[in-house]
């Protein structure tokens, strides 16, 4: 199916855009920064860039307001200009820095990639790209994509974002949502209180987060990786679990809500898309204060299993219709969002590349 832009702005995006709107800045800019293991020449990467360009129009969107629409639609790959420039060893962190602190107009590009040819003789690559267009799955497909035409490969064009918009606006995702909907309306009727992360961060920050991270060494990761096979549960679950524990005990409550972002790639063919899928959940979780630790971990894996099934309703929409039913007693579920990374094996792509964030 041949796809006619412009195209209206998913669920998620739209939030997204609403967000950028009120307020423009780099917060959802996803800086990418990609090393070569061989060496190419220039020539040969921006024919690369060109190939990936115009096999994935979704990097290559605007996004315009028309008759009170918002819609997307690509810029030709001309338009999207690399910038080359070369620069000393020295000066790449500033680059990169200054380029994460780009804030984009959306209606004139969501992504900007410079080709930065350093004094040393290597060659870097600095995407920059708007959370509207990309999100952290979309990592792997692009960096497949570029190995492949970096090595010379054809790249048919993929279109799977922009079925996947196409999708939300049928009959079949329309059900789903409203089951879903329905499903999350009973879970988070008659919330008490925001589940909040009390820290000794000043009152100055304002709307400023601040990000705590756990790492866990190889001994205690196969441990519990033991231990959740036992139980039959899921090292998410798990963390979960003990997470709530924790902040209930700082709240001063056995209800705790946690957001956490999903991938939200239901179908088959949104595996290898690359594009703004991702949407983010409230898991709610309440126990008993007389439940043991295994009892707790149980229901925790039962609810996330439920909660994961039910995963394509609205965030915006869910809180507006509990907001309307006056089932919201208060205005933000949850101020943690909670995630668990694990480190996996080599992708084949970095035989040829290597990727950081910035």
């Not at 952290?136 to 790249?155: C, K, V, Y």
């Not at 601040?210 to 190889?218: I, R």
């Amino acid at each position: 199916q041949a796809i006619q832009y412009p195209l209206v702005l998913s669920a998620e995006q739209y939030r997204l855009w609403l967000l950028h709107q009120g307020n423009p800045n780099a917060a959802y800019n996803i800086p990418l920064v990609i090393r070569f293991h061989r060496e190419f020449t220039g020539e040969a990467i921006d024919r690369a860039l060109h190939q990936l360009l115009s096999a994935h129009a979704s990097l290559r969107m605007r996004f315009v307001e028309q008759g009170g629409t918002v819609l997307q639609l690509p810029v030709a790959v001309s338009e999207l200009a690399v910038a080359v420039r070369d620069i000393e060893s020295a000066a790449l962190p500033a680059e990169i820095a200054a380029e994460s602190n780009r804030c984009f107009r959306l209606d004139e590009q969501a992504c900007a990639i410079s080709r930065l040819c350093l004094d040393n003789g290597q060659q870097v690559l600095l995407f920059n790209i708007h959370h509207i267009c990309f999100d952290g799955q979309s990592i792997t497909p692009l960096m497949n994509a570029f190995a492949h035409a970096l090595e010379g490969r054809e790249l048919s064009e993929n279109t799977s974002f922009e079925h996947f918009v196409l999708w939300q606006q049928g009959e079949a995702y329309a059900a789903q949502h409203a089951s879903d909907m329905a499903f999350w309306q009973e879970k988070l009727e008659h919330v008490a209180q925001t589940t909040s992360l009390p820290s000794d961060l000043s009152a100055e920050m304002g709307t400023q987060s601040a990000q705590f991270e756990y790492a866990l060494n190889e001994q205690d990761c196969r441990g519990v990786s033991a231990m959740c096979t036992k139980l039959g549960i899921t090292e998410f679950s798990f963390w979960f679990a003990l997470v709530s524990l924790v902040l209930g005990r700082l709240n001063n409550t056995r209800d705790v809500i946690l957001a956490t972002p999903v991938a939200n790639r239901l179908r088959a063919n949104d595996q290898d898309g690359v594009g703004f899928y991702a949407n983010t959940l409230m898991l709610r979780q309440a126990w008993q204060e007389s439940a043991s630790l295994g009892t707790l971990l149980l229901a925790t894996q039962e609810m996330v299993t439920d909660s994961m099934i039910h995963q394509s309703a609205s965030l915006d929409k869910l809180m507006a219709s509990l907001k309307q039913n006056n089932a919201m007693a208060v205005d933000v579920f949850s101020e943690v969002l909670f995630t668990v990374s694990q480190e996996h094996t080599a992708a084949p792509w970095q035989e040829t590349l290597s990727l950081s964030t910035g």
